[in-house]
């Protein structure tokens, strides 16, 4: 049996009610894609990438150990 003479089954209680449901889902999804965009890794920066390559180079023996330190010290002084 329909209510049509009922002008609103919730009153203004339930429309509080379901703003106050909307901004808690809203902040919900929120939190979430602030957690997941916090967990991503990062890229390495330049740096670390030619501090990498300048320790593999080393390892593998095609540099020597004063040319190694000649340039680590060129890339630390450039950070």
């Not at 920066?45 to 540099?63: M, Q």
């Amino acid at each position: 049996m329909p209510y049509w003479h009922y002008p609103g089954t919730m009153g203004w209680a339930g429309g509080i009610g379901m703003l106050v449901l909307m901004a808690l889902i809203l902040a919900a999804v929120v939190s979430l894609v602030v957690v997941l965009a916090r967990r991503a890794p990062l890229p390495p920066s330049p740096g670390d990438t030619a501090r990498r390559i300048l320790d593999e180079r080393f390892a593998r023996g095609e540099i020597d150990e004063e040319e190694y330190e000649r340039r680590r010290d060129a890339l630390t002084r450039t950070r």
